[in-house]
């Protein structure tokens, strides 16, 4: 089954923002810079529109529930685990997870997702759209993957069947 990945409304403005900034730094670059040569706005441009296309590519689009894997959709590489190395599948609320800071990922632009860390919980990778919603998939080496579907506990019962 098919559990969609919507962005909160935080993402949505972090995106639009991010968008509208990245606009702005490359067409205002272009206008600004007319005696330099072309080298840095062309640097420029490619380096941002590069930093957008990734995090658009590896953002978390849909979770999928088979009777053998749970898949994380993704533009690009799709992750995939077997169920037989899925140790839990539960519910968090926000109080469970703490604090957490983003030690290498995305904090907003599409979501949220990468490498995070809190006290309470450890080292964890999130594939998330939104803060709330959030499912903890404990695997039996240990890791931690944090997931938001639009509907949490359906995504938990499936694996508890």
Not at 28 to 34: A, F, L
Not at 57 to 68: K, L, M
Not at 93 to 112: D, H, P, S
């Amino acid at each position: 089954m098919i559990y969609k990945a919507s962005l909160d409304n935080l993402a949505k403005g972090i995106t639009i923002g991010v968008t509208v900034l990245f606009a702005f730094i490359i067409i205002g670059q272009y206008s600004i810079i007319k005696d330099a040569g072309r080298a840095i706005p062309i640097y420029t441009t490619v380096g941002l529109v590069l930093v957008y296309f990734i995090a658009y590519a590896f953002r978390p689009i849909h979770y999928v529930f088979t009777p053998d894997k749970l898949i994380i959709h993704r533009l690009i590489s799709d992750v995939k685990i077997d169920c037989s190395q899925i140790r839990s599948v539960e519910l968090l609320e926000k109080e469970q997870i703490g604090m957490a800071i983003r030690t290498f990922g995305v904090g907003g632009l599409f979501g949220y997702f990468g490498k995070f860390a809190s006290r309470k919980l450890g080292s964890m990778t999130w594939y998330a759209t939104r803060r709330n919603n959030y499912v903890l998939v404990q695997t039996m080496d240990n890791k931690k993957i944090i997931l938001t579907p639009d509907e949490p506990e359906g995504l938990v019962a499936k694996f508890a069947r």
